[in-house]
Nanobody, 114 residues
Framework: QVQLVESGGGLVQAGGSLRLSCAAS????????MGWYRQAPGKQRELVAS???????NYADSVKGRFTISRTNAKNTVYLQMNSLKPEDTAVYYC????????WGQGTQVTVSS
């Protein structure tokens, strides 16, 4: 069974940086797309960034220029480098992987203090 394990969340002051990691286990193939969603209290889950096996990326307008997504296909691992963090980035961040269906991580809390 495929599992996604996230790490790297935490508490940071505004303007700071965090790097999230998400590693897939139990899979012998590369996922077509991997990425990150986030959900803030009282808000809908939103796509933050995604990346294909060829390296094509997609970002939410709110994080463009501040966040960078990358992946290691051989290890089925995806990263999210978050710079210039803002209080509005506070949310639970969920990693996902897509091939024929979605696989989700358990979520990691990111809190940005003002």
């Amino acid at each position: 069974q495929v599992q996604l394990v996230e790490s790297g969340g935490g508490l940071v002051q505004a303007g700071g940086s965090l790097r999230l990691s998400c590693a897939a286990s139990g899979s012998s193939f590369s996922f077509n797309t991997m990425g990150w969603y986030r959900q803030a209290p009282g808000k809908q889950r939103e796509l933050v960034a995604s990346i294909g096996t060829g390296g094509s990326t997609n970002y939410a307008d709110s994080v463009k220029g501040r966040f960078t997504i990358s992946r290691t296909n051989a290890k089925n691992t995806v990263y999210l480098q978050m710079n210039s963090l803002k209080p509005e980035d506070t949310a639970v961040y969920y990693c996902y992987a897509l091939r024929y269906s979605y696989v989700w991580g358990q979520g990691t809390q990111v809190t940005v203090s003002s």
